[in-house]
Every structure is written in structure tokens, then in C-alpha cells.
């Protein structure tokens, strides 16, 4: 088992929603910046959203009032709520965590150093 698991990847209709998850080790976890990133076909990974240990967040603009990162503390646990979901949504969805860095002090270009396998999101019009 890998130290970053994401799960809740599926097939939808543009509109619809998904909610991604990602389980993490507790020392992964804790006090570090996290964020999620996606990368489709053809394209580079772009970040998505990111989030800092005391719940401060950062969007892309293509997301900003469609998606919405949180974490669960008690469970170690990063989440991405999709909601009105695009055919240009559609990508591996990625989980990320720093190292040391509580604020994601970077932004995207935040130093991530811990990375989970990937879990496919798909749109379709």
C-alpha cells in the first residue's frame, strides 16, 4: 500500500459531481501542506487545489466555485469535492504532500514530495 491512496474516481455526465479521496500516512499528513493535481491526455499535470495544514486554499482559476479542497484531520484523510463537472475536467486526479511546509509557502510550486498513484476522473458531454 502505497503512502498516499486515492480513491472515488469515476464516470459522470458534465454537470454531475465526484469526490475524491485520499488517504494518507499519519507523519505524511500531519502539518504539511497537501494538494491535488490532475494530468490529461496530451497535457502536462497541472495543480488543481492545494491546502495548508490550517485549512488555507488555493485554486486553480478553471475550478475556483466548482471544486473544493478539504482534509480531516482525526482521519488523515485529503478530500476534492467536483461539482458541475466539465468534459475538460477530465484527468488523473493526483493527491500531493510537502515536506515540512505547513502553508504550501509555494502555491503550486510547492515542494511535493509524496505522491499517490491516481485515480481517474471522466466527464463526458
Known amino acids: 500500500q502505497g503512502q498516499l491512496v486515492e480513491s472515488g474516481g469515476d464516470s459522470v455526465q458534465a454537470g454531475g459531481s465526484l469526490r475524491l479521496s485520499c488517504a494518507a500516512y499519519?507523519?505524511?499528513?500531519?502539518?504539511?501542506?497537501m494538494g491535488w493535481f490532475r494530468q490529461a491526455p496530451g497535457k502536462e499535470r497541472e495543480g488543481v487545489a492545494v491546502i495548508g495544514s490550517m485549512g488555507s486554499t488555493n485554486y486553480v482559476a478553471s475550478v475556483k466555485g466548482r471544486f473544493t479542497i478539504s482534509r480531516e484531520n482525526g482521519k488523515n484523510t485529503l478530500y476534492l469535492q467536483m461539482n458541475s463537472l466539465k468534459p475538460e475536467d477530465t484527468a488523473m486526479y493526483y493527491c500531493a504532500a510537502a515536506s515540512y511546509d505547513p502553508y504550501c509557502s509555494g502555491g503550486f510550486g510547492t515542494r511535493f514530495i509524496s505522491w499517490g498513484q491516481g485515480t481517474q476522473g471522466t466527464v463526458s458531454s
Open positions: 499519519e507523519y505524511i499528513y500531519s502539518r504539511n501542506c
